[in-house]
């Protein structure tokens, strides 16, 4: 089980939401699935932090745009791309609080010897373009709480 299915699973159920994991092998299975998911009434994709969705991503926004199926990701790269939403960890700051490891490392420190780091800062995106073409009210008190609103 996923990390994003496994915190989906420890929610208090809501009767309202369905979460259904499904397995995809390829980009012509990734488009049978959002076709299938844009004939259900209320339904969206979760694209996880995964190898196979970022090589993927951009048949997933075609046919996501095609069947009006939005999209919720980690990466903020997913919402530039098309996207609805994205909550994640700000990548920039990662890069940049690498470079501390990469000086350090280049001045003779064990990589073994440092610390492992967990992200500090998190965003959340919002593609309002995206929201108005599938027809999706945005609450103006959630698109206050984003750090980025794409126009």
């Given at each position: 089980?996923?990390?994003?299915l496994q915190a989906f699973k420890a929610m208090p159920q809501q009767p309202s939401v369905e979460v259904n994991r499904v397995h995809v092998r390829s980009i012509a299975e990734t488009d049978s699935v959002i076709a299938k998911a844009g004939r259900e009434t209320r339904s969206g994709l979760i694209a996880p932090a995964d190898v196979f969705i970022v090589r993927a991503r951009e048949a997933i926004f075609k046919s996501a745009n095609q069947h009006k199926v939005p999209v919720i990701s980690p990466y903020r790269q997913f919402v530039v791309e098309g996207g609805l939403m994205?909550?994640?960890?700000?990548?920039?700051?990662?890069?940049?609080?690498?470079?501390?490891?990469v000086d350090r490392i280049l001045k003779g420190a064990s990589p073994g010897d440092l610390p492992a780091q967990s992200p500090t800062?998190?965003?959340?995106?919002?593609?309002?373009?995206?929201?108005?073409?599938?027809?999706?009210p945005i609450r103006d008190t959630f698109l206050e709480l984003a750090d980025e609103v794409i126009e």
């Open positions: 089980m996923t990390p994003t994205s909550y994640g960890p700000n990548t920039g700051d990662i890069f940049r609080r690498s470079s501390f490891y800062k998190f965003e959340l995106v919002i593609n309002l373009k995206t929201a108005r073409d599938f027809g999706l």
